[in-house]
């Protein structure tokens, strides 16, 4: 595939200096003119590239921006427009959205040498940007904010795997995590009377497995299936063959785990990496949504949390861990009335609990002039 690199003009004025340096040009095998010449050769997409390219070099960004949009719908996989996207966004400041951008071209063409040196750049910044946010918090450690200022619901938030386990579309993965355990009993014992019964290998029943002892009791599955054995394998009518859902089940918890543990670390680079693949595997899973959510903001992409946390509360409205973390953020941005609502909505669904108390207490708070960071001191 050809490629034409985009240019280190629209990376120079980025405000991280030593950001901008890494970055170099790619040698161009196709020109603007080749592009002009050849017209009817060239997708439609390119000449909105070369668009928003001419915007761009004269910083029109919202030109450019609306030029790569439409070229993007002709063809969502334009290496040359995506690559000027992310280039864009990282100008911007928007580092995990360039990020996302440049992961999205290396899925395309693994062998884009821009697109993999902007992503190393760009995550040794973010880790950069996350080890001067440690060491700013570290500076303002005698910090003493209002003494009756609310705790922040995004800190205070206890971060257990018990708390994955009420997300609704998580307990589809619940059934299939205890239908999983069940089958793993059945094939331990389904083994060991071939072994016995060489001869008999194709014969099944839980009734005889109990009644042999290879079974203190008959596994069930949380969804009512039935269990069966094909191909040395077990079976379950309603979750599928044991060796494919026990590998479905452990790779969730493994990737979710693994996220979690890293943001618990402060480590929030490696925790966006877990939770966007979460996302990917299982988009129905809220809970997933708020943890990619909540990392995001702690990153200080606010815009790109507020998506995470709108998409949670799609597939759970009830999600108050989610509700809270948005009204903060949008009090952060200065969208206060936008804060209140979800708030008071809180206060009043949720009195007497933790999270009715919390959601009074920043309303009042709010609503009393203070600004966002005498609620919500550095800690």
Known sequence: MKKLGVTILFISSLSFSSFAAEFQTPVSEVTVRDLLENAKKAPKSDTYYLIALSAARKNDLETANKAIATGLSINPQNIRLLNLKGALLAKQGHLVQARQIFVTVLNIEPGDDYARNCLSIIENSIQSKQNSLK???????????????????????????????????????????????????????????????????????????????????????????????????????????????????????????????????????EALKSFEQVVILYPRWAEAHYQLGDTLFRLGETDSAIKSLRTCLKHDSDNLDAQLLLANIYFKKGQKQSALTILDKISSSQKGNVYGLSARSVAKSIRSGRSYYEIFPPN
Request: proline share 4%; glycine share 4%.
């Open 135 to 269: 060491s700013l918090v570290n500076t303002k450690a005698n910090y003493k904010g209002s003494t009756d200022a609310p705790i922040s619901p995004v800190e205070n938030r206890p971060e257990s795997t018990e708390k994955l386990l009420t997300a609704v579309y998580f307990e589809e993965l619940k059934h299939k995590q205890d239908c999983s355990h069940s089958m793993s009993l059945i094939k331990m014992a389904q083994d060991n009377f071939i072994s016995k019964n060489p001869k008999n290998k194709s014969d099944f029943s839980l009734t005889d497995l109990v009644r042999d002892k290879y079974l203190t009791s008959a596994p069930v599955c949380p969804k009512g299936g039935i269990y069966s054995w094909n191909n040395n394998d077990v079976n379950c009518s309603k979750h599928g063959a044991f060796t494919a859902l026990d590998a479905e089940v452990t790779n969730v918890f493994k990737e979710y785990n693994t996220g979690l543990r890293a943001k618990l670390s402060r480590n929030y680079l």
